[in-house]
């Protein structure tokens, strides 16, 4: 299987990995069952067109339902960031220190979906990102 590099690409380190998979469990086996607990109250107190619980715990059943599937699908569809590099070129997973007038910054260059320039973590994608990628 060849592996892209493009914005469709759903790059995620381990650790996003494994904290997908935690979201999803806690999902399933917490929230959505007190979810059908709330629906199944409401079912029973009858007259589905005006029983607000029963809308809200419809509503909020959809949007759960909803999460689950998209956590499902970003989970089977990861492809894994390997930590660093081993052979010294810059890619996805590097560790990156930059030098200027300022001082020294250390980013790490990571799939879009897990980018947060405040914690030093660029997307390859990104402008410095892509600028990076591939250099010695």
Known sequence: MMRTFGPETNHLSQDAVERLTHTLERLKKIDRPK???????ALSLGDFSENAEYQDAKARMAKIDGRIF???????????????????????????????DRGETTYTLLGPQEADPMRNQISHLSPLGSQLMGKA
Do not use: C, H, M, Y
């Open 35 to 41: 979810i059908v607990e709330d629906l199944q109250f």
């Open 70 to 100: 998209s956590l499902q699908q970003r989970i089977q569809n990861a492809v894994i960031i390997p930590k660093g590099s081993r052979d010294g070129v810059i890619g996805l997973g590097s560790l990156v220190t930059l030098k200027t």
